[in-house]
C-alpha cells in the first residue's frame, strides 16, 4: 500500500515474466561423466540457493561432462564462463556446450583467456557442459559459471 523507492544501486535483479527464464542453477544435472582414471566425479556446487532470481554461480571441477534436461520450451542457454583466478597457473581446458549433442559453442579457457560469455540457440531436450583435458593435464581444470539461465520461448 506504501509506495517505496530503491536506487539503482539497490536492485540486484527485476524478474518482468517468471515463466521466461529458468536458472540453471534450479535444475539437477541428470548425468555426470567422466574418464575412466576420475575415480570421484564432482557435482556441480551451486554457490548460493538463495541468490536473486535463483541466479547462483555454478561451479564445475574438469574433466567432466553434465548433461541436463531441458525444460519444455528452452531456447537459448546465456552465462558467463570464467576460470577462477586461483586456478591460471595450471587450470586450462576447453569448455564444450552442446543441445542434443550438437556442438553449438567450444572455447579454450585458461590463464590468457580467463572468461568467455555464452549466448547459444538451443533446439533439444538435453544440454551438455563439458570440459575437456587441456596441455597441463587435469589440474585447477574448474569453471564457474554465472548468471547461467535458460530462456524459454512460447510454448505452442
Do not use: C
Not at 574433466?63 to 552465462?79: I, K, M, N, S
Amino acid at each position: 500500500t506504501q509506495p517505496t523507492r530503491a536506487g539503482l544501486s539497490q536492485i540486484a535483479a527485476i524478474l518482468l515474466d517468471p515463466k521466461g527464464m529458468v536458472p540453471l542453477a534450479a535444475l539437477p544435472p541428470t548425468r555426470i561423466e567422466g574418464p575412466a582414471s576420475r575415480y570421484i566425479l564432482p557435482k556441480p556446487v551451486v554457490a548460493d540457493p538463495e541468490a536473486p532470481l535463483g541466479l547462483s554461480a555454478i561451479e564445475y571441477q574438469g574433466p567432466l561432462v553434465t548433461r541436463y534436461t531441458l525444460p519444455v520450451g528452452a531456447q537459448r542457454f546465456t552465462a558467463e564462463a570464467e576460470l577462477p583466478q586461483s586456478a591460471w597457473q595450471w587450470g586450462d581446458y576447453e569448455l564444450v556446450i552442446r543441445s542434443n549433442d550438437n556442438e553449438v559453442l567450444r572455447t579454450r579457457l585458461n590463464a590468457a583467456k580467463p572468461s568467455a560469455t555464452i549466448n547459444v540457440s538451443l533446439n533439444g531436450r538435453e544440454l551438455t557442459i563439458e570440459l575437456t583435458e587441456g596441455a597441463n593435464g587435469p589440474i585447477q581444470d574448474r569453471l564457474i559459471l554465472t548468471r547461467s539461465m535458460l530462456l524459454i520461448g512460447p510454448v505452442h
